[in-house]
Every structure is written in structure tokens, then in C-alpha cells.
């Protein structure tokens, strides 16, 4: 038999009063215990500079604390992502997840540094910083945006001038003329249900769904460009002539890794390319090789667009940088990409 349930109206007053009270004990028991996580939480990142590098990746509480300076002095007004759906309906909304709003700036930008550096789910965030999964899904593609603005600006093109003074000492005076060290590298997505997706993202190097970055770093150890993403499928030469090429003066060089088809480019522009040689078949056709200074100009070049690889490595320390990713989340891909540069040449140059 079905339960008939009276509206609370229905009851005497003492009755109501007393069902009211135990819904506001229960309600504010739940926002104490929501309190304490995001107190506990906020304590356990800031605890020392060692916390705070494992949680956010930034070296001190000093830099955490003047980067949140810089967005406060920027920032009055924060409008909340409310996904591509709702955002047709509400172009700004003051709250996440459209609630009353229950943490501080800080501890938002605290949630979205954890996120970027430690991949964590959304229920995770959700339960650390006593939010509700709403909340989260709107703070972080927010404060991403955000973050973002602020902070691409930090990426700096230097100029060729700029890059002698800045020379290394160890730095070999036959590449001081080099301008950026290029490499590429790879995110993997989740298999996109649209045919004409999985066919422009697949890797068939990596025999995986992905996107494609390039990375340019000064000789320096800086890095100087990220480019936006690029289906997996994607030439190097393809990313180098629609992202950089523009960048490229005359004079100026370009050191890259075997498989950068991009000398004619770079001939155009007046400019050289530092590439290790390729083998070449022996005679007989049995095995390659390379002759005595090719195997010099392979070693000289190796040991200097290594720094590249390091740089990327260390990116990837960001471990939402290592998840696969779903296709929705990629073109957000390129601000975090931006945010994590920035944070990489807040460290010390790999180069001195």
C-alpha cells in the first residue's frame, strides 16, 4: 500500500518548528564538516614548500601566494562556466554551479592548481574541498580561463638579441645563432565517437588517439612558444608553417630532431636548421651509417636539443598532462598548456 505523506503544513506548529530545527541542525552539521575538509585541505597544501611543489607544482609558498596577488589585482569579477548548454542561457553567473557561493577565491584557485598538477577526478576535488561535483565542474574550466589570461603574457618571444645576451657559456659558439630548439609531443584522448574525429586524431605513430603540441625552448631552457593543438595525424612541418614559421627572422636558426622536413621553409626566410644527419645506406646495401663528422654534428646536436626533451618531461609532471583526455577537454588543452609553461620558467633555467 502507498505511503501518503502530509505537506508540513498539515502538521501542528510544535511539530513544524521542531522538523525545521532538525533540518537546519542536519543542514548545518553538513556545512562544518564541508568547512573542516576545505581547512584541512588548505592546510595540508600550504604546510611547507615541499607541499606545496607536490600539490601544485609552484616551488614556494611565496610564489603560490604573489601569482594569486597578481590575479586578485587583475580580476573584480569572476563569471562561472556553466557549460556550453547553459551558457546559451546564462552568459555570466556570479556562482559556481549556480549555488550560493561556499569557498573563497583562494581555495578555488587552490582546487584548480591541485587539478592541473595532480590530474585528480572531479568527485576527488569535490569531497577535498567540501564542494559539490557542480561546483568543481564550473571552478576549474573558470579559473583555467582565467589563469590563462593573466598569465600567457609570461611566455615571452625574446628577440635575437635578447637570446645572445642570455648565452649559456657552455654553449658551443657554431650553434649561438640557434633561435628555438623545436620538438613535438603527444596527449592521448579517448576514442571520439564521430568518425571524422577519430580519423584526424589518430596517431599511427603512437597507435593511439591524440592531440599534437610543439614545444620551443630557448638555448637557454625557457620556454618560448607552445602552440595550440593539432589532431595526431598531424605533420611537424604542418604545426612548424602555421604556428612559428612567422616568428622566424633572417639569420636566425632552428635546431630540431630527425623528421622536421622543414629546411625549404626556413631557406625562405633566410634562415638555417640545425638537424642531426641521416644515415645513409653502405655501399653493398648492407646496414647505414655515418661518417666521422656527421657522428661529431649528431653528438653536438644532441647533447644541446636534449634540453628540449627535459623540458617536455617536466611538464608532464602535471599529471593532467598524462591522462587521456576526452576531445571536449582538448581545446582547454592550450590554456593549461600555457599555465604550466608559465610555472616551469618560474624554476631555474635548465641551462645556466
Known sequence: MTKIYKPLWRFPVAVQIRIHLQFQKVSTSATEEADRRRSATRDMILEGSDSVKMYTGLNSKEVLLKIYKIITKKVKRINYSRGPQKAKQHKANPHPGGRAKVTDWFDEYLLTLVHI??????????????????????????????????????????????????LPKSYPA????????????????KKPKNCSSQAATYSQYKHHNAVKVLIGISPRGLITFVSHPYGGNSSDRCIM??????????????????????????????????????????????????????????????????????????????????NTMDLNVSPRLYQIMVIVAVFFNLNPPLLE
Open 241 to 322: 608553417e602555421k604556428e612559428i614559421l612567422d616568428k622566424i627572422e633572417p639569420g636566425d636558426a632552428v635546431m630540431v630532431d630527425r623528421g622536421f622536413t622543414i629546411s625549404g621553409l626556413l631557406l625562405q626566410r633566410a634562415a638555417k636548421l640545425y638537424m642531426p644527419p641521416f644515415t645513409r645506406k653502405q655501399e653493398g646495401g648492407k646496414g647505414k651509417f655515418l661518417n666521422q663528422n656527421e657522428i661529431v654534428k649528431t653528438r653536438e646536436i644532441a647533447s644541446l636539443r636534449i634540453h628540449v626533451e627535459r623540458a617536455i618531461e617536466r611538464m608532464k609532471n602535471f599529471k593532467i598532462l598524462t
Open 117 to 166: 598538477r595532480e590530474g585528480l577526478s572531479m568527485n576527488i576535488l569535490a569531497s577535498w574541498f567540501g564542494v559539490s561535483l557542480s561546483s568543481v565542474s564550473s571552478i576549474i574550466p573558470t579559473w583555467v580561463n582565467y589563469l590563462f589570461r593573466i598569465l600567457q603574457k609570461f611566455i615571452v618571444w625574446p628577440s635575437t638579441e635578447q637570446i645572445k645576451r642570455s
Open 174 to 189: 657554431k650553434y649561438a645563432d640557434t633561435r628555438v630548439i623545436l620538438d613535438c609531443t603527444k596527449f592521448f584522448l
